[in-house]
């Protein structure tokens, strides 16, 4: 249903709506958290009167170590009726014993709806969880921010069981997501970046809550992929972002440098939502914001299907005053970085991009590769060309452009859609921070590992794709949450990510990866063995550079 949406245009838009969607379908799993059923439960006490809440038990996935999980604490009110849209307010102290012992109800999305819910429980989504060993002690603490496309994602979609292996106490916010997230009028009613208020008032929420669950507050790590590496670096660019919220960050796959993290019309958006939804005088400030405050919210979502949502520079709040580029300009903190990419954290841009094309035209090769590949291009905004002609060159033979071969071009077209959505706003965020505060450690990484399962075509199957997935967008977060049936080999590089991941949470140096010494390198290539590579920008050819790269191409398929 979503598809149909996505293809109705093939504009510059629809193809990044198209993009944007995969986002979504690749960055989420089914959960396979442990058994809620258990029959023993523990209590926590929270701080300051807010009240008590009930949690039950779960194991690790390696060594059966018990862990305590608290699912579903609401950390701020409803974001309902007036206050739709609007920034969060911290959950008002209750009184006896909240049951946690289940996930809160995830923020609407149109596949996830219950119907049978009022649009007041819908909205009831700013909910986290905690995973905890020993309430008594002081652990470092991991806060995870989901990605989505910016709307999907759920605390449900990422189980702790691998992490939990490890001495570190885990944290799961929810946030906004879609319309009632990210709309913005840039007035008062809808002041735009509610989501990312969402997460600051989570990590406020840590502050104040999580040493009674055994976590130290002043050892706080955010991490964040896809849509969520997004809003971490936001994070670290944002004025709004007090200097104690968090002491180290991970950016996996993207930043707020990329094309796709900032809207650049929400005005316009909210007309067009307005007009579909049927309202009236859609052109009248006042019109547009009551429609949108009244509107129901499946009828929200159902005028959405083809809209994509993202941070907007400017909002009310002041947590993006500036474009990022800009911001990182005056960035000032000391926040140890790791940040990176996958192999072919691309790929999936390639396939939102091939299906789009696809229903568009009868015969995608009788496209040439010039054509083709222009089509990916322009989904990024460089008038000048300099961006098509450098990529052109560096990226594809000159026999090809003009040429149909487009497996043979496959694995250009790999590296052409993870350097322009992945790795360049990556390496460009690592890089200037590096130059800016060289003695805070920037620690980069390319996830190059192939195990058994891949999030390629996760939702709607890849067997029509004339390529394969290769190291596909979010892999990585295989080996972080326990949502594969992992053997083997793939146990062992779930070791060695979480070992990465919690080393660098627990004192600010990943076990084995090397920091940057200048703007160039090195970087770390994570495998089941932790190898280096000198020159970051090498990144951007691997595809083209791979002696292997016969295997992206599917041999019983043509273009
Ligand atoms: C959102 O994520 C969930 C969990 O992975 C999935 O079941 C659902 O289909 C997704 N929704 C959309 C609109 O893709
Ligand atoms: C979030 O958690 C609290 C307590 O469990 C609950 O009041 C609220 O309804 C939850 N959200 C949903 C809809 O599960
Ligand atoms: C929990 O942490 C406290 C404080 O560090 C420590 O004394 C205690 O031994 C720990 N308990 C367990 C079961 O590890
Ligand atoms: C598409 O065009 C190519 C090149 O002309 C041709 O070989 C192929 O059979 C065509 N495929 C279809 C489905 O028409
Ligand atoms: C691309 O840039 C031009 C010139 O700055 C601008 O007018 C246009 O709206 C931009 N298009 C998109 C889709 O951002």
Same mark, same amino acid.
């Given at each position: 249903m979503r598809r149909r949406g996505v293809y109705v245009m093939l504009t510059l838009c629809g193809v990044l709506t198209a993009a944007l969607t995969t986002f979504l379908v690749i960055s989420l799993t089914g959960g396979q958290g442990a058994d809620a059923s258990d029959a023993q439960t523990v209590t926590v006490q929270l701080s300051n009167g807010q009240g008590e809440v009930l949690g039950n038990y779960g194991s690790t996935a390696w060594t059966d170590q018990t862990f305590m999980q608290f699912r579903g604490i609401p950390f701020a009110e409803p974001p309902?009726?007036?206050?739709?849209?609007?920034?969060?307010?911290?959950?008002? !102290?209750?009184?006896?014993? /909240?049951? =946690? #012992?289940?996930?809160? +109800?995830?923020?609407?999305?149109?596949?996830?709806? $219950?119907?049978?819910?009022?649009?007041?429980?819908?909205?009831?989504?700013?909910?986290?969880?905690?995973?905890?060993?020993?309430?008594?002690?002081?652990?470092?603490?991991?806060?995870?921010?989901?990605?989505?496309?910016?709307?999907?994602?759920?605390?449900?979609?990422?189980?702790?069981?691998?992490?939990?292996?490890?001495?570190?106490?885990?944290?799961?916010?929810?946030?906004?997501?879609?319309?009632?997230?990210?709309?913005?009028?840039?007035?008062?009613?809808?002041?735009?970046?509610? !989501?990312?208020?969402?997460? /600051?008032? =989570? #990590?406020?929420?840590? +502050?104040?809550?999580?040493?009674?669950?055994?976590? $130290?507050?002043?050892?706080?790590?955010?991490?964040?992929?896809?849509?969520?590496?997004?809003?971490?670096?936001?994070?670290?660019?944002?004025?709004?972002?007090?200097?104690?919220?968090?002491?180290?960050?991970?950016?996996?796959?993207?930043?707020?440098?990329?094309?796709?993290?900032?809207n650049k019309d929400p005005r316009g958006q909210s007309r067009r939502i307005c007009d579909r939804l049927g309202c009236s005088s859609c052109e009248q400030q006042e019109q547009l914001v009551k429609c949108l405050q009244k509107a129901k919210v499946q009828d929200i979502l159902i005028a959405t299907t083809s809209e994509s949502f993202s941070p907007i520079v400017g909002d009310l709040q002041g947590i993006l005053p500036q474009q990022p580029s800009e911001l990182l300009k005056n960035y000032r903190r000391q926040i140890p970085l790791l940040t990176g990419f996958t192999q072919h954290d691309g790929s999936f841009v390639l396939a939102s991009y091939y299906d789009a094309l696809a229903a568009k035209v009868s015969n995608v090769s009788l496209l040439s590769v010039r054509q083709f590949s222009q089509g990916i291009n322009d989904m990024v905004n460089d008038t000048s060309g300099l961006t098509d002609n450098i990529l052109n060159r560096m990226l594809f033979k000159p026999y090809m452009l003009n040429s149909n071969d487009h497996n043979s071009a496959v694995p250009s077209y790999f590296d052409l859609t993870s350097s322009i959505f992945m790795k360049s706003p990556v390496i460009t965020l690592a890089t200037r921070i590096y130059t800016l505060q060289p003695s805070t450690p920037v620690y980069v990484y390319s996830f190059d590992y192939e195990g058994q399962y891949t999030r390629f075509g996760y939702e709607f199957g890849n067997s029509h794709y004339p390529f394969n997935g290769g190291v596909h967008h979010s892999n990585d977060n295989i080996y972080l949450f326990s949502t594969h049936p992992l053997e083997g080999q793939d146990i062992q590089m779930s070791q060695k990510m979480v070992e990465t991941w919690t080393s660098f949470a627990i004192d600010g140096t990943p076990n084995d990866l090397s920091p940057l010494t200048s703007a160039s390198g090195p970087y770390n290539q994570l495998n089941l063995e932790i190898t280096k590579g000198e020159d970051l920008l090498e990144t951007l050819t691997a595809a083209i550079d791979d002696p292997d790269n016969g295997r992206l191409q599917r041999e019983d398929m043509e273009f």
């Open positions: 309902t009726e007036e206050m739709r849209f609007q920034p969060p307010v911290a959950r008002i !102290p209750w009184t006896g014993t /909240l049951n =946690a #012992l289940n996930f809160g +109800q995830r923020c609407p999305v149109i596949t996830n709806l $219950d119907v049978l819910l009022s649009d007041a429980e819908l909205e009831d989504c700013l909910n986290l969880s905690v995973y905890t060993k020993n309430l008594s002690a002081s652990q470092p603490v991991m806060v995870y921010i989901y990605g989505g496309g910016f709307y999907n994602g759920s605390a449900e979609d990422h189980p702790p069981n691998y992490i939990l292996e490890k001495d570190v106490v885990l944290v799961v916010p929810q946030y906004r997501v879609g319309a009632l997230g990210w709309l913005s009028t840039y007035t008062e009613e809808l002041p735009g970046n509610a !989501p990312i208020a969402d997460i /600051l008032m =989570a #990590l406020e929420w840590v +502050q104040l809550h999580i040493n009674r669950f055994g976590g $130290d507050p002043q050892t706080v790590t955010i991490f964040g992929q896809s849509a969520g590496a997004g809003v971490a670096s936001s994070l670290l660019l944002s004025p709004r972002t007090g200097d104690h919220l968090f002491k180290r960050a991970i950016v996996q796959s993207g930043s707020i440098l990329a094309s796709w993290a900032i």
